[in-house]
């Protein structure tokens, strides 16, 4: 079954450094999503993606995060430069379809800590 | 703002015991309503959903019911396995504002043998 990957599974990096999360969305999706889970808090929207734009970011989406499609595979969240309070899991997914009904395939996190 | 509760874990059962998950959401709108499980070392993976009130959603075993009135959407099981151990994550979009997940805190479930 298809399924969505990311790499790194675990990233340490510090303070004030970029990182850059990658994701290989399942093949045929068209809509593309970055979440993130602070430790014991809950699942957080940062971004959507389409057609090469962001369709929809939320206010934890600053100017210090950016994403990007390469090519036609890879999906990628870029922290510029990297504050300790980015330390979590993101979480990258996609959909066939922008609706609001439709299911959002997860890929497994990447564990982010910022030192 | 919109957001989603859900009760506190870790829930710990034993095998075969009846399994309920609380989830209440406040939206402005009329959300659709997810349930995503995920299992150790994997991504979330969706359960089930409902789309409107009173739609039950149901799969492997698990159900919710959406229900308007009380702003509610339980997860169900009559009697759990082992396998079922992992974290349940509640959920929501707003229909008519994209189609952000907004979840809720999730709830760690171990069953025992």
């Known amino acids: 079954e298809p399924e969505v990957t990311q790499t790194p599974s675990h990233q340490v990096t510090q303070m004030g450094q970029e990182v850059i999360l990658r994701c290989v969305p399942i093949?045929?999706?068209?809509?593309f999503y970055w979440y993130r889970q602070i430790l014991g808090q809950k699942v957080e929207f940062l971004v959507s993606?389409?057609?090469?734009?962001?369709?929809?970011k939320s206010e934890i989406f600053d100017d210090q995060f950016s994403v990007e499609r390469p090519d036609g595979s890879n999906f990628t969240l870029k922290i510029r430069s990297t504050k300790l309070e980015d330390s979590a899991m993101y979480f990258c997914?996609?959909?066939?379809?922008?609706?609001?009904?439709?299911?959002?395939?997860f890929g497994p996190g990447t564990r982010l800590l910022v030192l | 703002g919109d957001s989603v509760t859900q009760m506190e874990g870790p829930v710990t059962l034993s095998e075969e015991a009846f399994l309920t998950i609380n989830c209440t959401y406040t939206?402005?709108?009329?959300?659709?309503l997810f349930w995503y499980v995920q299992y150790p070392g994997e991504g979330l993976q969706l359960l089930l959903k409902?789309?409107?009130?009173?739609d039950k959603g149901s799969n492997k075993g698990f159900e919710a019911t959406y229900r308007k009135e009380t702003t509610s959407f339980h997860l169900e099981k009559g009697s759990v396995q082992v396998s079922d151990s992992a974290v349940y994550f509640c959920?929501?979009?707003?229909?008519?504002?994209?189609?952000?997940?907004?979840f809720g805190k999730g709830t760690t479930l171990s069953v025992s043998s």
């Open positions: 997914a996609s959909t066939t379809s922008g609706g609001a009904i439709e299911t959002q395939y």
């Open positions: 093949s045929n999706h068209l809509y």
């Open positions: 993606f389409y057609n090469n734009e962001i369709s929809e």
């Open positions: 939206a402005t709108g009329y959300p659709s």
């Open positions: 409902a789309t409107k009130a009173d």
């Open positions: 959920a929501l979009t707003l229909n008519q504002a994209g189609t952000a997940l907004i």
